[in-house]
């Protein structure tokens, strides 16, 4: 006998589980599948396993892709304060660490126990893969499956994104949309370091694991985070933010001391100083960086302030001010956070996330072109198109 339900929900990471747990709790008949033997995975990982749950400042200006505003409707009817008082509701110990950020107290298994608990009622099937989907008229969807034929009125992909391979991530969900005749925008990993021509940047490499707080420039974007020098190139949350916005090709500009005006500030330092250059700018910067800088525009690093000329002054400022610099590329899908692009937003239903074209067929979460910035903005953009979809089914 084949099995029936109201609503099939393929993939049961953040996404799939708060949108199965919502729809059954609104009486629907709903089947949770997900091809992993372990649930929860990317959540159990993530935020160095205490698990960065949402923002509380989260609202529409902190998501882009192609269609600036699509996410605006699920942020504005579920809320990082709505998820907040289900984490209290589970007696969840929970802080605030930086700029909004909320994480939990001990581990990130306290929301994949949650997530869980709020799915009772929910029919689990996993591991098990889905190996196709078809549309059956008005009856709805078949799915076959590991675990044999299933009809279902309706279909959510929660499947996520591309990132780490190793615990499962893959394109199905995007393989599934274009089956189904839909717009892809192209994936592209995101929050995720930039590196650089190997002999472009030797002379930086020996600084690695040197952090130092910064702003950096792309595409008309600005952050203003730490930034962390790595043996191949830059991480730190300024580069992971800003590799949402660079594309190959595309110059990054760097301002290694934000505010500081650091060519006036050495030229009033060197009135009857006795200082060294190096000491001068490392009032300002890491020690390790201020002397790779000077030795790089060929200025010697003890060499006395006051017999240093303005104008080269103001040029190793400006510099430090403006530093542009080119990546090669990123470190691809293994060191990314989140992926960029998926399921075009304009095939969908920005109220119910569901497929203009196919009626019955929703696409949540990570699958779809909406990508946060880094520190908890994509779990709540995974909370809210998920319960806007479990809403509408």
């Not at 949402?54 to 998501?63: D, F, H, P, R, S």
């Not at 009772?120 to 078809?134: E, M, Y």
């Not at 274009?178 to 940047?201: I, K, M, S």
Request: glycine letters at 12%; hydrophobic letters at 45%.
């Amino acid at each position: 006998m084949i099995e029936t339900c109201d609503v099939a929900v393929i993939g049961a990471g953040a996404a799939g589980m708060m949108c199965a747990g919502v729809a059954a709790q609104r009486g629907r008949r709903v089947v949770l599948i997900d091809h992993a033997r372990r649930i929860g995975e990317k959540i159990r990982i993530s935020g160095g396993g205490r698990c960065n749950f949402t923002n509380i400042g989260a609202g529409e200006k902190n998501y882009h892709g192609r269609h600036a505003g699509f996410a605006r409707h699920a942020l504005r009817a579920y809320t990082p304060r709505d998820f907040v008082a289900l984490v209290r509701r589970h007696r969840v110990p929970f802080h605030e660490k930086h700029r909004g950020q909320l994480f939990c107290d001990d581990s990130s298994q306290r929301i994949v126990e949650l997530l869980r608990a709020e799915c009772a009622g929910v029919r689990w099937r996993h591991p098990c893969r889905v190996h196709t989907v078809r549309r059956e008229g008005d009856a709805g969807f078949a799915l076959d499956t590991d675990h044999g034929a299933l009809r279902a009125a309706r279909v959510v992909v929660a499947t996520g994104g591309l990132p780490v391979a190793q615990i499962g991530a893959s394109d199905w969900g995007l393989r599934l949309a274009r089956q189904f005749g839909l717009d892809v925008v192209a994936p592209q990993p995101a929050l995720v370091p930039l590196r650089f021509d190997a002999a472009a940047w030797a002379p930086w490499a020996a600084l690695a694991g040197v952090s130092l707080a910064a702003r950096v420039r792309c595409a008309q974007q600005a952050f203003d985070e730490d930034l962390l020098f790595t043996h191949r190139g830059l991480s730190g949350p300024a580069i992971l933010q800003i590799s949402s916005f660079w594309d190959p090709g595309q110059p990054l500009q760097l301002d290694l001391a934000p505010g500081a005006e650091l060519g006036a500030a050495l030229r009033r330092l060197k009135a009857g100083s006795r200082a060294t250059l190096l000491n001068a700018l490392a009032q300002h910067l890491p020690r390790r960086v201020a002397q790779a800088w000077i030795e790089q525009h060929g200025l010697a690093a003890q060499a006395r302030l006051a017999e240093c000329a303005d104008a080269r002054l103001g040029e190793l400022g400006a510099g430090l001010h403006g530093w542009a610099l080119t990546p090669s590329g990123s470190e691809g899908w293994r060191k990314a956070e989140v992926m960029r692009g998926g399921v075009a937003t304009d095939e969908l239903d920005p109220h119910t996330l569901q497929a203009h074209k196919v009626p019955g067929l929703h696409f949540i979460g990570e699958v779809v072109d909406v990508t946060g910035w880094l520190g908890g903005y994509n779990f709540q953009w995974a909370w809210a198109s998920a319960v806007a979809a479990a809403r509408a089914l």
